[in-house]
């Protein structure tokens, strides 16, 4: 079967998260975290590496499904010729341990149903031993780790499956659930399914009922909202990029990589979001996640983390699992986590100064992350680095990395400025900023092609240079932006999306191609905005709208050629924005300029 990433719905508590497939099968499942071993990966491989697969024995069935309204609770309902039902997906707020439940509820006629159990520990490889407790009790148990299945019908081994077959007649609802905890404790008592049903209905009602009026575009940005809370990781505030590791950015290809993992260039757009929305609560943990996160020696700042604000992310390959669409390899850490990128200071000074802009109290431990990082700052800018897309190849003066770099200086000045005594660190970083502001203009522009490029001594065009006018580097209206914007439209546009770079013209390291990366066409659209190209930036938008899946939901990138979404998913910084874009087309004084005359202090 031809597979897609977008027939995928996403079902979560808020520390992990599963797939669930058009046709009833979970088919990625980590647990206890979002970046655990699989339970269920044939996601990445076949259905022998791990699946639970509700769905009617007649395989003519059609299948319609959405979210219940303002929920992540998915509802999947079959047709076949003898009847209808719905299966009801979800994963209450965890009380300790997690839970995955699923209600299949008759509507009209019978419809016979199979279920298909394939439990595979450890990222698909190890078979547990099961144990039957009795009638409607199954535990699997492999090493430190258990599973407790319950299931109202009769189940059966068959070549390590676990099988059954029911039949639903209308005003039939019969309950499944699966548990997970530690192999050393006895198995927990059955919960109470429609009573969890109800209490996530109502955190998840809750939560998106506070969403504001964002015009047309209201519902489009509540659905990413639930979204990004789904993609935190409750205990901590940390938000990871996907719940996914190795969707291919090409089908085929070898550029896969693991994006359970934290983000600091996610992190100022991210917090905006929030905070944007009158989402302060979340705003605050994401700030403390990334506060705790990069503590420590500047020097050894990462570029991502953890959900724990954890830092060993290391690298490796799943040999025994094909990958998508026998796209190869799976990997499992991030060894991107190692790199050197300049950007992640920018991103940090400009996520504290827009806390402070946006009303959050100013962090006790600014003034001294300030006055360790900046000194080193002051130094490393100088430096090439990997950029922000991870180049695995040679390090270069990035341009986006000299303004990120110029970013940092500039926020750390106006916040200095604000306090008492800062005078003296505000005059020296704003000559630090202005160093770098000169630097990026005379070796990162190009006359010739009247363009900002992608790093020094070159001629090729990075999307991220559109953060020049979104990060207040240069006024939209700069000739120099003008140009860069109408060189981007001349050669980064593929069918009317912006790809990162162009790979014949970059040697990042890697064979093949990738799709356009959706956050990229978000960034153009709020220049359009910023150069007052409202219908422009309104054309783009929708358009990037319309790319999601039948549930709301936007991958990492988009294929224009095949028409399918590509990378991992759901991606956050696409979702991030679906609602940053929108703020700024609905309102007057939208995240972006809000962003770019941040000086530190709280809005009144």
């Given at each position: 079967?031809?597979?897609?990433?977008?027939?995928?719905?996403?079902?979560?508590?808020?520390?992990?998260?599963?797939?669930?497939?058009?046709?009833?099968?979970?088919?990625?499942?980590?647990?206890?975290?979002?970046?655990?071993?699989?339970?269920?990966?044939?996601?990445?491989?076949?259905?022998?590496?791990?699946?639970?697969?509700?769905?009617?024995?007649?395989?003519?069935?059609?299948?319609?499904?959405?979210?219940?309204?303002?929920?992540?609770?998915?509802?999947?309902?079959?047709?076949?010729?003898?009847?209808?039902?719905?299966?009801?997906?979800?994963?209450?707020?965890?009380?300790?341990?997690?839970?995955?439940?699923?209600?299949?509820?008759?509507?009209?006629?019978?419809?016979?149903?199979?279920?298909?159990?394939?439990?595979?520990?450890?990222?698909?490889?190890?078979?547990?031993?099961?144990?039957?407790?009795?009638?409607?009790?199954?535990?699997?148990?492999?090493?430190?780790?258990?599973?407790?299945?319950?299931?109202?019908?009769?189940?059966?081994?068959?070549?390590?499956?676990?099988?059954?077959?029911?039949?639903?007649?209308?005003?039939?609802?019969?309950?499944?659930?699966l548990t997970h905890q530690e192999s050393h404790h006895d198995p927990l008592p059955a919960a109470d399914v429609e009573a969890a049903l109800?209490?996530?209905?109502?955190?998840?009602?809750?939560?998106?009922?506070?969403?504001?009026?964002?015009?047309?575009?209201?519902?489009?940005?509540?659905?990413?909202?639930?979204?990004?809370?789904?993609?935190?990781?409750?205990?901590?505030?940390?938000?990871?990029?996907?719940?996914?590791?190795?969707?291919?950015?090409?089908?085929?290809?070898?550029?896969?990589?693991?994006?359970?993992?934290?983000?600091?260039?996610?992190?100022?757009?991210?917090?905006?979001?929030?905070?944007?929305?009158?989402?302060?609560?979340?705003?605050?943990?994401?700030?403390?996640?990334?506060?705790?996160?990069?503590?420590?020696?500047?020097?050894?700042?990462?570029?991502?983390?953890?959900?724990?604000?954890?830092?060993?992310?290391?690298?490796?390959?799943?040999?025994?699992?094909?990958?998508?669409?026998?796209?190869?390899?799976?990997?499992?850490?991030?060894?991107?986590?190692?790199?050197?990128?300049?950007?992640?200071?920018?991103?940090?000074?400009?996520?504290?100064?827009?806390?402070?802009?946006?009303?959050?109290?100013?962090?006790?431990?600014?003034?001294?992350?300030?006055?360790?990082?900046?000194?080193?700052?002051?130094?490393?800018?100088?430096?090439?680095?990997?950029?922000?897309?991870?180049?695995?190849?040679?390090?270069?003066?990035?341009?986006?990395?000299?303004?990120?770099?110029?970013?940092?200086?500039?926020?750390?000045?106006?916040?200095?400025?604000?306090?008492?005594?800062?005078?003296?660190?505000?005059?020296?970083w704003r000559s630090v900023a202005e160093e770098i502001h000169a630097d990026v203009c005379e070796k990162g522009f190009d006359k010739e092609?009247?363009?900002?490029?992608?790093?020094?001594?070159?001629?090729?065009?990075?999307?991220?240079?559109?953060?020049?006018?979104?990060?207040?580097?240069?006024?939209?209206?700069?000739?120099?932006?003008?140009?860069?914007?109408?060189?981007?439209?001349?050669?980064?546009?593929?069918?009317?999306?912006?790809?990162?770079?162009?790979?014949?013209?970059?040697?990042?390291?890697?064979?093949?191609?990738?799709?356009?990366?959706?956050?990229?066409?978000?960034?153009?659209?709020?220049?359009?905005?910023?150069?007052?190209?409202?219908?422009?930036?309104?054309?783009?938008?929708?358009?990037?709208?319309?790319?999601?899946?039948?549930?709301?939901?936007?991958?990492?990138?988009?294929?224009?050629?095949?028409?399918?979404?590509?990378?991992?998913?759901?991606?956050?910084?696409?979702?991030?924005?679906?609602?940053?874009?929108?703020?700024?087309?609905?309102?007057?004084?939208?995240?972006?300029?809000?962003?770019?005359?941040?000086?530190?202090?709280?809005?009144?």
């Amino acid at each position: 079967m031809h597979r897609s990433i977008a027939d995928y719905a996403m079902i979560g508590d808020c520390e992990s998260a599963a797939l669930v497939s058009k046709d009833g099968s979970i088919d990625w499942l980590c647990l206890p975290r979002f970046d655990s071993r699989a339970f269920f990966a044939s996601l990445l491989g076949t259905p022998e590496n791990g699946r639970w697969r509700i769905a009617p024995s007649d395989l003519e069935f059609t299948t319609t499904r959405a979210y219940r309204d303002r929920t992540l609770i998915l509802e999947t309902t079959f047709s076949t010729a003898t009847g209808r039902a719905t299966v009801i997906d979800f994963m209450p707020p965890r009380d300790g341990v997690a839970n995955l439940m699923r209600i299949v509820v008759g509507l009209e006629g019978s419809v016979d149903f199979d279920f298909d159990l394939v439990m595979r520990f450890d990222y698909g490889r190890a078979i547990p031993w099961l144990t039957r407790i009795d009638r409607d009790t199954l535990v699997a148990v492999a090493g430190p780790e258990m599973l407790t299945i319950r299931a109202p019908v009769n189940l059966h081994g068959e070549d390590m499956h676990t099988k059954g077959h029911f039949t639903v007649s209308a005003g039939d609802r019969l309950v499944f659930s699966l548990t997970h905890q530690e192999s050393h404790h006895d198995p927990l008592p059955a919960a109470d399914v429609e009573a969890a049903l109800a209490e996530t209905e109502d955190f998840w009602t809750e939560f998106s009922s506070r969403c504001p009026d964002v015009g047309n575009w209201t519902e489009e940005v509540r659905r990413s909202l639930i979204t990004l809370k789904a993609l935190t990781y409750r205990p901590t505030g940390g938000i990871v990029a996907a719940v996914t590791t190795s969707l291919p950015e090409e089908i085929g290809g070898s550029r896969n990589w693991d994006y359970r993992y934290c983000w600091l260039r996610d992190a100022t757009l991210t917090l905006m979001a929030f905070m944007d929305l009158g989402y302060f609560e979340e705003a605050e943990a994401w700030r403390e996640w990334l506060m705790r996160s990069v503590a420590g020696d500047p020097a050894q700042m990462q570029i991502m983390y953890g959900v724990g604000g954890e830092r060993h992310l290391l690298e490796w390959e799943v040999p025994w699992l094909d990958g998508f669409r026998e796209s190869q390899p799976v990997r499992i850490g991030n060894a991107a986590s190692e790199q050197f990128q300049l950007d992640i200071y920018g991103e940090v000074a400009d996520l504290l100064a827009q806390a402070r802009a946006g009303g959050l109290a100013a962090h006790p431990r600014s003034p001294a992350l300030a006055h360790s990082v900046m000194p080193f700052l002051e130094k490393a800018w100088r430096r090439p680095d990997d950029g922000i897309w991870e180049i695995r190849g040679k390090r270069r003066h990035f341009v986006h990395s000299k303004v990120m770099a110029w970013v940092a200086f500039d926020r750390a000045a106006k916040m200095a400025a604000k306090v008492g005594g800062g005078e003296n660190y505000a005059s020296h970083w704003r000559s630090v900023a202005e160093e770098i502001h000169a630097d990026v203009c005379e070796k990162g522009f190009d006359k010739e092609l009247g363009t900002f490029v992608q790093s020094y001594d070159s001629q090729a065009l990075d999307a991220s240079l559109l953060h020049i006018p979104l990060t207040g580097f240069l006024p939209a209206d700069d000739p120099r932006v003008l140009g860069t914007v109408a060189a981007i439209e001349k050669r980064l546009l593929r069918d009317g999306l912006v790809i990162r770079y162009d790979n014949e013209d970059t040697d990042d390291g890697l064979e093949g191609e990738e799709g356009a990366f959706l956050a990229c066409s978000f960034w153009l659209a709020d220049v359009y905005a910023f150069l007052g190209r409202f219908d422009d930036a309104v054309t783009l938008y929708e358009r990037l709208c319309s790319l999601k899946n039948d549930v709301g939901l936007l991958a990492e990138e988009y294929d224009p050629v095949s028409d399918e979404m590509l990378g991992n998913f759901p991606q956050a910084f696409s979702h991030v924005g679906v609602i940053i874009t929108a703020l700024n087309l609905a309102r007057a004084k939208g995240p972006a300029k809000e962003r770019t005359l941040a000086d530190g202090e709280a809005a009144e």
